[in-house]
């Protein structure tokens, strides 16, 4: 099998969105999508302008820039000495060498105005280039004695000297609209000249979740009831500096209740999440809400396990993404398209697909493309998957570095065949 397995997949991929064209998973859906059409359509999502405002380079970590930044000044601004040495000036070398030449005075990192006159600078790294000269030979390569300098070796022009705008030129553009702005990126911004970034405005979510089972974390349950799960997962993976989570709420399970809370998340975010009430039974009340609320389903269900449920659209003007119920496929299915949305709403770019070689022979029963915890070996060149996963169960993530996908048809995968992996964030 090996490297040729996703041509076969993908052929057998399109024998299953024939068949998934009539669905009977209860998800409500006319029609099942590939994955690989899912995520297709969460990139093509239409994105307003949330707006922009100008954060102090100390606040703007994870957040999205609104316009390329491009450089207030010159990098380095002056010309300066790349390492500790000499700087002098090659016409007072004549002839063939070494050459004695006086010390004439010391220029530090954060001194000006040094000038040459004739002789040689003491100079430090960082420090602008004296008047006067046009190189810095090192000072291991330098005898100093009484107020003189030896050179063995005639240096070449410009030898360990910084110019000015080298780097970057004034004007010049250094970090492009929609960068996620990271350590390195703030450095960069100061370096050349930014005391604050023009950033996206945060992403206003309000998250529902449903389920008169459902009670919090703690609680002693009855027989019956179910501790919330998605709600403190969904909480906390909105804590990112690109989303302001407006609300929180957990409703029962009727259409009313679904109807208010939806309208009323809707009123106040720009993407509303929720959990649960997705098939179309009699206490699953989320598609009906949406479509009396005039909204427009363009994603019924994926052909993922696990997870299929798992809807997108938009209602009001907001955008919504339906979760399914159970923790374990709500946690995958955010993950391969909750956090591509939330990316493409906040004006970032995705993070892309790896592909990686299994570790040991994987097994997997045809008919939906699974999404199967994995982790890297200790190389990180490979990849170690555990068994097929069930849908409510989350300690099969702890161990895990991301999701491996394993296509719909294919029944077994040897070692060292390729998968498409999709690693977890820092911090999700």
């Not at 005639?154 to 004034?170: D, L, Q, T």
Request: one cysteine or more; charged letters at 20%; glycine letters at 12%.
């Amino acid at each position: 099998m090996k490297d040729d397995f996703r041509n076969a997949g993908a052929k057998t991929n399109d024998r299953a969105g024939e068949m998934n064209r009539r669905c009977d998973c209860g998800c409500g859906g006319s029609k099942v999508l590939s994955l690989d059409e899912a995520r297709a359509r969460v990139a093509a999502v239409t994105v307003r302008t949330y707006g922009m405002e100008r954060l102090p380079v100390g606040q703007a970590l994870g957040r999205v820039l609104s316009e390329p930044l491009c450089a207030v000044q010159a990098v380095p601004a002056f010309d300066n000495a790349a390492m500790d040495g000499y700087a002098v000036s090659l016409d007072a070398l004549k002839g063939t060498g070494p050459w004695q030449v006086r010390l004439t005075g010391r220029v530090p990192a954060g001194g000006r105005g040094a000038r040459s006159n004739g002789g040689a600078v003491r100079i430090f790294t960082g420090a602008p280039i004296p008047e006067g000269t046009d190189a810095v030979i090192m000072q291991e390569e330098v005898h100093h004695a009484a107020g003189w300098i030896t050179i063995v070796r005639r240096p070449a022009p410009g030898e360990n000297v910084r110019r000015k705008g080298e780097e970057v030129e004034p004007g010049a553009e250094v970090l492009p609209a929609g960068l996620r702005m990271t350590p390195r990126a703030l450095a960069a911004a100061v370096s050349v000249g930014h005391a604050t970034v023009p950033v996206r405005k945060r992403l206003r979510v309000a998250v529902v979740t449903s389920g008169d089972e459902l009670r919090p974390a703690g609680v002693v349950l009855s027989p019956g009831e179910i501790t919330d799960v998605n709600g403190p997962l969904l909480a906390a993976l909105m804590l990112r500096p690109d989303v302001h989570l407006v609300s929180h709420v957990c409703i029962e399970d009727t259409h009313a209740a679904h109807v208010a809370a939806l309208a009323e998340a809707a009123a106040r975010a720009d993407l509303v999440i929720t959990t649960g009430g997705l098939s179309v039974g009699g206490e699953d009340h989320m598609r009906a809400a949406i479509a009396d609320l005039g909204g427009e389903i363009t994603i019924p269900g994926v052909a993922v396990k696990p997870g299929k449920p798992v809807s997108l659209g938009h209602f009001g003007t907001a955008h919504w993404l339906g979760l399914p119920g159970n923790p374990m496929a709500a946690f995958v299915t955010f993950t391969l398209l909750g956090l591509p949305l939330i990316d493409r709403l906040a004006g970032a770019a995705p993070a892309p697909l790896q592909r990686l070689p299994l570790a040991a022979p994987v097994t997997h029963r045809p008919g939906r493309l699974e999404a199967r915890p994995a982790r890297r070996d200790r190389s990180g060149s490979q990849l170690i998957l555990g068994d097929a996963v069930h849908s409510a169960r989350m300690t099969p993530l702890i161990a895990a570095d991301g999701l491996a996908l394993i296509p719909a048809e294919v029944e077994a995968l040897d070692e060292g065949d390729l998968v498409d992996f999709l690693p977890f964030p820092d911090g999700v």
